[in-house]
Each structure stands twice: as structure tokens, then as C-alpha cells.
């Protein structure tokens, strides 16, 4: 968490990154599951004092010190939904409905943001309104499938590859029916390096392939894809 500001005594405004990886089949590699960044955190906070969180009363008598253990609450259950999903077909879904009870008791307040699908399009509501709406439930079958592959590696690089190329083109196929989505870009996000070194290795077809698929698909490394897969 980084502080950016303070409007009061023991009131901030900060950002917070969130990381997570998951082990790949019989290596020591971790591939990267969720790498983002919240710039909309508000919250109170005194040296020492408990952060406690009770999924049946998320906000109590300060929304602006339930504001910091709510998110804490709240990414805590998103990243185990993801981790989960990497492993079985919807096995997160039990934990993206605790993090949208979070949502729908969030605390409400000055400063606090986030929570609402007016804060903006990128934002916790979004991530978890995608990641449970029914229109976009592929995103669900994209997560495990792109896992599965990655544990393929150990025994078949060839048929890896081939399955991570399928999953490039299941999103390529999301995105066209649904444009400008958050989990589309939450996906990729530091994915760049791993997919580089994966179809770097491919046949040339298939890495001509991925590298027009990757340019279209995570716009932020456009040109690294385009530079490091020719």
C-alpha cells in the first residue's frame, strides 16, 4: 500500500497493488494470477489498532475504518475466486459471491469510492460484476483452461502451447463480442513477460499468430509483443 495523502489526522488516501501467483505442475515457477493496482482507497486508520472484518456486518459505526478492512476482505476473497478458477471450471464462485457481498454492504462515505458502478469503469464493482455476470462466463472457462495449459508444460511443451494459442483465440473471440471490458485488460495484466517467453519458443505460424492476437488484445504492450515475437 502506498499513502498519497492524509485530510486529516489518521484519515489517508492511498493505492494498493495487488499480487498474486499460482504454482505451476511440477516446477518452482509461479504464474501470475492477478497484478493490480487500486487507486481509490480511503481510509482511518490509529497506530495499532485491530483491522477486523465479519462478513455479516461489513460496515460498522466508521465507514472510513471499514472502509480498510472491506477492501482488505474484498481482494482477499477475489484472489482466492481467481486461484480456484485456475484449478476447476467455476471453482471460484463461492468466493466472487463473498466479495459481492462485500460490494453490496460496502461502507458509503466521503472520499470512499470504489464500491459503485458510477466510480468509474475500473473499479472493484466492475471486476466483480464481470466476473458474475452470466454473459461473460467464458472468462471462467478462459482462467482454467489458460492454468491447465501452464501445468501441460512439465510434460508437452508442443500441446502447452497449443492450448495457451486456443485460449488467445477465446479471447480474441470475447472481446469482439464484448468490447472495452475490465476483465479483458485484468487479465493480461503482468501477463506480458510469461506469454513473450512462451510463444517465443513456438513454431513460427503459431508465434506469427499469438503476436497478432496479443498486439489486438492487451494494448498496453502492444509493441513489445510486436518487437519480441517476430
Known amino acids: 500500500m502506498n499513502l498519497e495523502s492524509t485530510d486529516e489526522v489518521n484519515v489517508y488516501n492511498a493505492s494498493l497493488t495487488i499480487q498474486a501467483a499460482r504454482p505451476v505442475f511440477n516446477t518452482s515457477y509461479l504464474s501470475p494470477i492477478i497484478n493490480f493496482k487500486d487507486d481509490n482507497i480511503a481510509f482511518k486508520y490509529i497506530e495499532f489498532q485491530q483491522v477486523e472484518f465479519n462478513d455479516n456486518r461489513v460496515t460498522g459505526s466508521d465507514a472510513l475504518v471499514s472502509n480498510l478492512s472491506a477492501v482488505f476482505a474484498y481482494y482477499a476473497y477475489m484472489i482466492l475466486g481467481f486461484d480456484y478458477d485456475s484449478f476447476s471450471p467455476k471453482g471460484g464462485d463461492i468466493y466472487f459471491q463473498k466479495a459481492q457481498n462485500v460490494i453490496n454492504n460496502a461502507p458509503e462515505g466521503r472520499n470512499i469510492s470504489g464500491w459503485k458502478a ?15 455476470n452470466s454473459r461473460y462466463a467464458i ?14 508444460f512439465y510434460d508437452d511443451n508442443a500441446a502447452a502451447r497449443a492450448e495457451l494459442l486456443s485460449v488467445l483465440n477465446l479471447l480474441s473471440n470475447f472481446n469482439a463480442d464484448n468490447q ?11 501477463k506480458s513477460t510469461e506469454l513473450i ?8 505460424q503459431d508465434k506469427i499468430r499469438a503476436s497478432e492476437l496479443l498486439q489486438k488484445l492487451d494494448l498496453n504492450n502492444s509493441s513489445q509483443y510486436k518487437e519480441e515475437l517476430k
Open 118 to 132: 458510477f466510480d468509474g469503469k475500473r473499479n472493484r464493482y466492475w471486476l466483480t460484476e464481470n466476473m458474475l
Open 139 to 152: 472468462m471462467h472457462d478462459i482462467y482454467y483452461n489458460y492454468y491447465k495449459a501452464m501445468d501441460k
Open 180 to 190: 472495452n471490458t475490465m476483465i479483458l485488460q485484468f487479465f493480461f495484466q503482468g
Open 197 to 204: 517467453n512462451i510463444f517465443s519458443k513456438a513454431l513460427p
